[in-house]
């Protein structure tokens, strides 16, 4: 068992575990037991009740956040001829397709997310034993496999956050970041939970929000009211 450290203790006996929490009241206990000295991240983490061993019941997308997150992403963009150079004008930071693929052959990972035109793939596939485990394989429902790579940068520098749920049923994204104002971390929360629910597969039965809790990257968690309670 890890032992916690006195300031987790303190911030974490300002929390009822066994309380849930309207919105308002969780966001600002987050902000409350936020004890680092940088401006952590404010993180979601929703159980849904779906079975991800079914294909017909994975939760997987892309939503751009009102406020971003407070991080600025990093974008390498695998693409050739306009379209990198359509990259390279929307602000991508990285831009190109065999010298990148070959640096992350060797071991190269200075990028948040890559996007990549259709084209790309058939290399990009290659890669997917690096980039398959770090979450940073381009994916065309979450808007990174496409041939407007204007778009989907400027989507992921203005605040776009991918979710997929994990194979316990999980869900974790970050929503901002302690130094938001409320409003802001709640209008990021709401967002976020409404794609959530849109992306709800037709094969999942029961209930399908179990329970959210939100916490900043070095407080404890707070249970949240859950859609219909």
């Not at 159980?47 to 997987?60: A, E, P, S, Y």
């Not at 790309?120 to 980039?131: F, N, T, Y």
């Not at 929000?209 to 309670?229: D, E, F, L, Y």
């Amino acid at each position: 068992m890890v032992k916690k450290g006195k300031r987790y203790t303190a911030a974490a006996e300002k929390v009822n575990r066994e309380a849930v929490y309207s919105l308002e009241e969780a966001v600002k206990l987050v902000k409350e037991t936020s004890s680092a000295k940088f401006d952590e991240s404010v993180d979601i983490a929703i159980r849904l009740g779906v079975d991800t061993r079914k294909n017909d019941q994975q939760v997987r997308g892309a939503v751009v956040l009102p406020n971003g997150t407070g991080k600025t992403q990093r974008v390498l963009v695998l693409a050739r001829g306009e379209k990198a150079k359509e990259a390279e004008a929307a602000g991508a930071d990285y831009v190109g397709d065999q010298e990148y693929i070959a640096k992350i052959n060797q071991g190269w990972f200075e990028f948040d997310v890559m996007v990549a035109t259709p084209d790309m793939m058939p290399e990009v596939g290659k890669l997917g034993r690096v980039l398959g485990p770090k979450g940073l394989m381009p994916n065309p429902k979450t808007g990174t496999v496409t041939m407007d790579v204007t778009k989907a940068v400027n989507e992921i520098k203005a605040g776009k956050v991918e979710f997929r749920a994990h194979k316990d049923g999980n869900v974790h994204a970050p929503i901002g970041k302690v130094s938001f104002d409320d409003q802001k971390l709640i209008e990021n929360f709401n967002t976020f939970l409404e794609a959530i629910l849109k992306a709800k597969p037709a094969a999942a039965k029961g209930v399908y929000v179990r329970n959210i809790a939100v916490s900043s990257t070095m407080g404890p968690g707070v249970k949240v009211q859950t859609p219909g309670r």
